[in-house]
């Protein structure tokens, strides 16, 4: 005997469970946690495939260690001012755990007062914090060209804010680096892919106790 109503309960059923299928899903990437890179073209890759960049690096490693999830919001040329302009709406988009803040460089290749830079890093900081996230704080040193009175200024505007806010810091992106000549491009500034898992293994350093 044909019971019409029977193809209704069957479609009903799959619909249910094709339903709680999706929404585990769904809940399931909503519970990864979220790095959010912020920084400029040190942590885009400049004038490298994207995927052999530090940050690509690392999301590749996470992958294969833990549930993490990295989105890399840096541009290179980005500033303290530009990064602070965009930071509440990346903030809203992803809800990162971890923000990492690597900006600065940009702003004292221009010879911006570090106090304008430091205010803006606080800002950030502080943004991200209210927002329930972890900061750290990656620093970056200049040429030495700059004079020594502004290299001081600008050299102690990391560890001073890492102090004040208790922040863990990688004080300077480029260690083991930024003095090898093979391991930089032909501006003296940019990173080469060589340099790349130098670099990560100079974050990871202080990231790995902040994964757990």
């Not at 940009?106 to 106090?115: C, E, I, S, V």
């Given at each position: 005997m044909f019971y019409p109503w029977?193809?209704?309960?069957?479609?009903?059923?799959?619909?249910f469970l094709l339903?709680?299928?999706?929404?585990?899903?769904?809940?399931?990437?909503?519970e990864r946690p979220v790095i959010l890179v912020m920084g400029d073209s040190l942590s885009a890759a400049y004038n490298l495939p994207a995927s052999a960049g530090w940050v690509s690096l690392l999301e590749e490693r996470?992958?294969?260690q833990t549930n993490w999830q990295v989105v890399n919001a840096s541009i290179s040329g980005e500033t303290t001012s530009g990064g602070l302009t965009r930071l509440p709406g990346l903030l809203r988009q992803?809800?990162?755990?971890?923000?990492l803040l690597e900006l600065g460089a940009?702003?004292?290749?221009?010879?911006?007062?570090?106090?304008l830079i430091s205010n803006n890093l606080e800002k950030m900081l502080?943004?991200?914090?209210e927002s329930g996230a972890k900061v750290m704080l990656?620093?970056?040193?200049?040429?030495?060209?700059?004079?020594?009175?502004?290299?001081?200024?600008?050299?102690?505007?990391?560890?001073?804010?890492?102090?004040?806010?208790?922040?863990?810091?990688?004080?300077?992106?480029?260690?083991?680096?930024?003095?090898?000549p093979s391991l930089m491009q032909a501006d003296g500034l940019h990173p080469?892919?060589?340099?790349?898992?130098?670099?990560?293994?100079?974050?990871?350093l202080e990231l790995k106790a902040l994964l757990n």
């Open positions: 029977k193809n209704k309960v069957i479609s009903w059923l799959a619909a339903l709680l299928l999706m929404n585990s899903g769904s809940l399931q990437a909503a996470l992958k294969n992803h809800q990162p755990d971890l923000v940009n702003d004292g290749l221009r010879g911006l007062p570090p106090k502080t943004l991200s914090q990656i620093g970056i040193l200049l040429p030495p060209n700059y004079g020594p009175a502004y290299l001081a200024q600008f050299e102690q505007t990391y560890p001073n804010l890492a102090k004040k806010h208790q922040l863990p810091l990688v004080p300077f992106l480029l260690e083991g680096v930024a003095d090898k080469t892919a060589e340099a790349q898992p130098i670099i990560l293994e100079t974050v990871w």
